[in-house]
């Protein structure tokens, strides 16, 4: 199943986080999963903000998960585990009598590590909990863009009401500015330019189509990173390869000599995630110049191919320096892991279109 | 089936268009339905944009529908009417082997009245066609909205990449100024607030979710019409109601001593459209004061239960005189029509929340 094409050095140290390595935000909370973190460096250092996911310990028959009830207290919600409108098929979800539930709850958890393989808990800890209407179900898979001197945190906020992409900003990792839902539902995979491109800020994000449109990168403008407008189609799914069933952005694209280099994900059917690189044109982010052909990664070490939910590598965040991109992911939506590239060597794997 | 608690006074001249009042776009191609009017003043006359949704004419044993092609030309697909593949269940759509289309192609036709029930055509013609990647499938359901001298037009954008909503201003109908997608898919229904709230412009919109959330109506802001941000859900289903499948903004929402009165329609899962109230907070519209328990108006009469799509009333455009407020609706999603309410009685009716 080894496809890559150009060399992926992953970590000895992976996987770098495991589930058990933290502890769970409360009593009576089990860490299921460590997934998708947003990475930056700040004051030296590399920062994390991994997304936890956590439910009570499962008891043989029952199936036990938390939502945040309408107070905004967290609440536990307990199924036979054989119950006729259970339905369990995607370990992500609990469907009830048709009605969805997410299995864990998931909030951002900050670490800070000098080397970039090792990460630990500051004291005290710093997590960044779901608040509001929007997301009493939780927060998600969030990137973390550096504009000026703040870190623009966007992040997927999850709730009965739907899934969009939520916004907090800090310049110091201690006092959090919210800045609402920037995008409305169906989204997620939001991550912004650090810079502006002719006077507009950009972004990439990730709408879901409901009968026409499917799940394919768009690109957006801003006078002000809050608002959001003249959103555009770039980048569509292709029928019979890795990335067939959905795409979707990493985190802020890479500004080189030769336009903005976007990593993405590109999933199947069947849930099978893989990485691949996107190079837009430097002064017109709309215009896509290239994209890989075959994946840049793909799940195959044990630790991307089995776990919570396997197959996945799921990526939001990366640190670079110079030519050398370090990317940090999500393996099997259960541990963290990091692989270095060269940029250059990706830039020249890509296809022009 | 007659709930309507307060006085609907329906025109006698309904319906008030019929598709063959008008003439198609194209030879070749036939008018099947007339839908969802947006409704404006200006220099003394009513003014509609009507929606116009054509198809070729269908011969026995066939199904063809128009899309535009990727080169921007309208192309005509046909299919064996006993296909297999093909799934003709909603009249609205054409899915062929899972792959979804309309069964009609829409543009926006002005159309102007001195008596505001006789509506004739300008010569020459003045239509606003789909234009770009977004509305290779047309251009729907356009809401007008005025602020200070110029009119926005919000209105369903669809194409293969999804539907979202596009906006065009113009001051003078006759150029117009085409502002992108402002809201991206998966939406509709968005009608903006006509003036500022605050320091910011306000709109509502709909999202629709995948597993999480709904077909729920949505509050943005915005400093300049264009640019869209935070994000909020205020108005939801409510189960076993008229409204228990979606609700969706009519047109712009009507400033009065007790709020913004907002005219919205609601449907059940078995797609029966009927229009209800909605009461925001003058200073903080995103807080909903009141709403309809009843429907305010529902299908009854039989132009309204029978058509293209029966059971069907939608408003996205309205006419006020004082506490007189004409609704122009499209009827069975086939004929345009009108009915005059009370604007107090409608304020009367509503339920605090």
Same mark, same amino acid.
């Given at each position: 199943?080894?496809?890559?094409?150009?060399?992926?050095?992953?970590?000895?140290?992976?996987?770098?986080?495991?589930?058990?390595? @933290?502890?769970?935000?409360?009593?009576?909370?089990?860490?299921?999963?460590?997934?998708?973190?947003?990475?930056?460096?700040?004051?030296?250092?590399?920062?994390?903000?991994?997304?936890?996911?956590?439910?009570?310990?499962?008891?043989?028959?029952?199936? &036990? *998960?938390?939502? *945040?009830?309408?107070?905004?207290?967290?609440?536990?919600?307990?199924?036979?585990?054989?119950?006729?409108?259970?339905? @369990? &098929?995607?370990?992500?979800?609990?469907?009830?009598? $048709?009605?969805?539930?997410?299995?864990?709850?998931?909030? @951002?958890?900050?670490?800070?590590?000098?080397?970039?393989?090792? *990460?630990?808990?500051?004291?005290?800890?710093?997590?960044? *909990?779901?608040?509001?209407?929007?997301?009493?179900?939780?927060?998600?898979? !969030?990137?973390?863009?550096?504009?000026?001197?703040?870190?623009?945190?966007?992040?997927?906020?999850?709730?009965?009401?739907?899934?969009?992409?939520?916004?907090?900003?800090?310049?110091?990792?201690?006092? @959090?500015?919210?800045?609402?839902?920037?995008?409305?539902?169906?989204?997620?995979?939001?991550?912004?330019?650090?810079?502006?491109?002719?006077?507009?800020?950009?972004?990439?994000?990730?709408? &879901?189509?409901?009968?026409?449109?499917?799940?394919?990168?768009?690109?957006?403008?801003?006078?002000?990173?809050?608002?959001?407008?003249?959103?555009?189609?770039?980048?569509?799914?292709?029928?019979?390869?890795?990335?067939?069933?959905?795409?979707? $952005?990493? !985190?802020?694209?890479?500004?080189?000599?030769?336009?903005?280099?976007?990593?993405?994900? $590109?999933?199947?059917?069947?849930?099978?995630? !893989?990485?691949?690189?996107?190079?837009?044109?430097?002064?017109?982010?709309?215009?896509?110049?290239?994209?890989?052909?075959?994946?840049?990664?793909?799940?195959?070490?044990?630790?991307?191919?089995? $776990?919570?939910?396997?197959?996945?590598?799921?990526?939001?965040?990366?640190?670079?320096?110079?030519?050398?991109?370090?990317?940090?992911?999500?393996?099997?939506?259960?541990?963290?892991?990091?692989?270095?590239?060269?940029?250059?060597?990706?830039?020249?794997?890509?296809?022009?279109?």
């Amino acid at each position: 199943m080894n496809q890559e094409k150009i060399v992926v050095n992953r970590s000895t140290a992976n996987p770098l986080l495991r589930p058990q390595d @933290l502890r769970p935000s409360m009593p009576g909370m089990k860490i299921e999963c460590l997934l998708n973190p947003g990475m930056f460096e700040f004051e030296g250092r590399t920062g994390m903000l991994v997304r936890v996911a956590e439910r009570p310990p499962q008891v043989d028959g029952k199936v &036990s *998960f938390p939502i *945040f009830n309408a107070g905004g207290l967290m609440e536990i919600l307990n199924f036979d585990a054989d119950d006729e409108y259970l339905d @369990l &098929s995607d370990a992500r979800l609990v469907t009830y009598n $048709g009605v969805v539930y997410l299995s864990t709850i998931s909030h @951002l958890r900050l670490l800070w590590s000098d080397d970039g393989e090792n *990460f630990t808990e500051p004291d005290p800890s710093f997590s960044i *909990f779901g608040s509001g209407a929007l997301e009493t179900f939780g927060v998600e898979d !969030c990137r973390v863009s550096k504009v000026g001197g703040t870190y623009y945190l966007t992040y997927t906020a999850v709730s009965e009401n739907g899934v969009g992409v939520g916004m907090i900003s800090t310049s110091d990792w201690k006092t @959090l500015h919210r800045h609402g839902m920037i995008i409305p539902p169906h989204n997620k995979d939001c991550a912004l330019f650090e810079e502006k491109i002719n006077g507009l800020y950009y972004c990439l994000h990730r709408p &879901s189509g409901i009968d026409l449109g499917g799940n394919y990168i768009w690109i957006a403008s801003s006078p002000d990173l809050i608002h959001w407008g003249d959103h555009r189609c770039i980048l569509r799914t292709r029928a019979g390869m890795w990335d067939s069933a959905r795409v979707g $952005g990493g !985190c802020a694209p890479i500004k080189t000599d030769r336009g903005w280099l976007a990593i993405y994900h $590109g999933a199947t059917a069947q849930h099978r995630y !893989c990485l691949g690189g996107l190079l837009l044109d430097l002064n017109d982010p709309a215009k896509v110049l290239a994209r890989s052909g075959t994946p840049i990664m793909e799940p195959q070490e044990p630790y991307e191919v089995q $776990g919570f939910f396997g197959e996945v590598i799921f990526t939001n965040g990366h640190i670079i320096k110079g030519d050398e991109l370090t990317v940090y992911y999500g393996a099997a939506d259960e541990v963290i892991c990091s692989a270095k590239f060269s940029i250059n060597a990706i830039l020249e794997s890509l296809v022009p279109v």
